[in-house]
């Protein structure tokens, strides 16, 4: 087999044997880029030379500990975490040229282990979308069907670890990010629960609901990534200091008796019926497997969707009033100040991010506060009680990871509101904080992946982890791979 289609955990397994070397497995993956990535632009950089050079020290002994579990691997990064001296977009104009002066946390502590960076990949501009169609730099395409959408808003980054363009990457999840583009594209995607993982670095869309994750080609894969990046960091107030256990420690355990949810709210009018199919075939297996089902309710669930892209673009519009034209990004001259910072974001931005600084401008404003965003931050915390009474009863929640399969590339650019129902079944997740991670599930009658969503209570992303590598592992739809 290929080096550039193995996991993790399988290059530490040769390259400890002497089987194969870094500069081997690092040329592997960038012929593999050379090879696919015209047709799928799954990058907006590529960081050849400079990997290339870096696998060769590796090869010489460089002075990181190569016992590191992620030392010399090739890995991609979604473009909005900050990589330092390595350009940082966000798919927007108005980053084009954006270089960073600093590391973020997340890529810190992987360049502390030895990683690899292949290279920054392609989003949604701002990570606002679901298909990465909203990019500045062409929109990346599905491995499985080129002329389907990988996802968004980490579409990259997804459908570079599907078509094995890296061995695994990170990517960033406001409403589904992760998990939504890992589904179509028929890998695992990791959220982790809100606080578990520095933001520091991270890009801001909505700084209440962002995290940053692991996609990768197999459960252990992703383990072994969320080791690396979890932990309390003093640069982010909102990182959780609280201990971090070995993730790779429940692989390989039993899930006998282990109580999953349910929830009949994420079964409804509307959903594929073989993506319902799937799911509930991936539901009976965790049940041959010793887990337990028992049918819950998620009542608010229903208010999810609304409740998000109040609270999303409310924060984005905060967020993003700092690219004036004045600091850094693009700068367009204008008549006056005004003028200038005018010309600059309608130049830099892209139609749905300045659709979204519309809609949190309007939330926000002088007599709508109250009827919007307060009443939406009210929904917020019932839909967070919603799971927090649930894991009274369940240890884990069990739904599909999206209504339907990848859809045709400009199928729903033009319905934006279709476009915000792709997130139905991941957005509730981020509103709770909750961790959750999707795992490959089936293939529908024209070979598109299908995902399982697992769903855990706060920080206890153990129980999660334990039962998709249990389900994976008894199932081969995560070995199957798509012909580019």
């Not at 600091?327 to 892209?350: A, Q, S």
């Amino acid at each position: 087999m290929e080096l550039y289609n193995l996991s993790i955990e399988e290059l530490q397994s040769l390259i400890k044997s002497g089987k194969a070397g870094y500069s081997e497995i690092a040329e592997s993956v960038f012929n593999r880029i050379d090879a696919v990535e015209d047709r799928l632009r799954a990058y907006v950089t590529i960081n050849k030379e400079e990997a290339l050079s870096q696998a060769k020290d590796a090869d010489n002994n460089s002075g990181f500990d190569k016992d590191s579990a992620l030392y010399a691997i090739p890995m991609a990064i979604k473009d909005n975490i900050c990589t330092e001296g390595v350009k940082t977009t966000c798919s927007s104009a108005i980053l084009q040229n954006f270089v960073p002066p600093y590391e973020s946390s997340v890529t810190e502590k992987l360049k502390a282990q030895g990683y690899i960076l292949t290279g920054k990949t392609n989003l949604d501009e701002f990570a606002m979308g679901s298909s990465t169609e909203n990019s500045a730099f062409g929109h990346t395409r599905n491995p499985w069907d080129l002329e389907r959408v990988p996802g968004g808003s980490s579409g990259g980054s997804a459908a570079a670890v599907a078509a094995a363009a890296c061995i695994a990457a990170l990517g960033s999840d406001t409403g589904g990010s992760i998990r939504q583009p890992a589904a179509f594209c028929g890998v695992v995607g990791l959220k982790p629960t809100y606080g578990r993982v520095s933001r520091y670095g991270l890009v801001a869309f909505a700084s209440s609901l962002d995290q940053i994750g692991p996609i990768t080609k197999c459960v252990k894969d992703s383990a072994i990534l969320l080791n690396a990046i979890a932990g309390h960091d003093m640069c982010d107030s909102t990182s959780a200091d609280i201990p971090v256990p070995d993730f790779t420690a429940v692989i390989g355990k039993d899930i006998k008796g282990m109580k999953i949810g349910i929830p009949k709210e994420y079964f409804i009018e509307g959903i594929d019926r073989e993506v319902e199919a799937a799911v509930r075939s991936g539901i009976k297996q965790l049940e041959s497997l010793g887990a337990v089902p028992v049918e819950i309710s998620l009542p608010y669930t229903e208010y999810a969707v609304a409740t998000y892209y109040i609270l999303a673009t409310s924060e984005a519009s905060s967020n993003l009033a700092r690219y004036d034209g004045v600091r850094y990004g693009m700068r367009v001259d204008g008549d006056d100040l005004i003028d200038m910072y005018m010309r600059t974001r309608e130049e830099g931005f892209g139609a749905e991010v300045k659709r979204r600084i519309i809609l949190g401008t309007y939330s926000l404003s002088s007599g709508y506060y109250d009827a919007f965003y307060k009443k939406a931050q009210q929904a917020r915390t019932l839909i967070k009680q919603d799971f927090e009474k649930a894991f009274e009863e369940v240890d884990a929640i069990v739904t599909p990871t999206t209504p339907t399969p990848a859809f045709k590339a400009g199928e729903k650019m033009e319905d934006p509101l279709q476009m915000y129902l792709t997130d139905i079944f991941t957005i509730s997740i981020n509103l709770a904080g909750v961790p959750g991670i999707t795992v490959p599930c089936g293939f529908t009658s024209e070979n598109l992946p299908v995902g399982l969503q697992i769903i855990g209570n706060h920080f206890d992303e153990e129980t999660i982890l334990k039962a998709a590598y249990a389900y994976e592992q008894s199932t081969d739809w995560h070995k199957r791979k798509p012909e580019l």
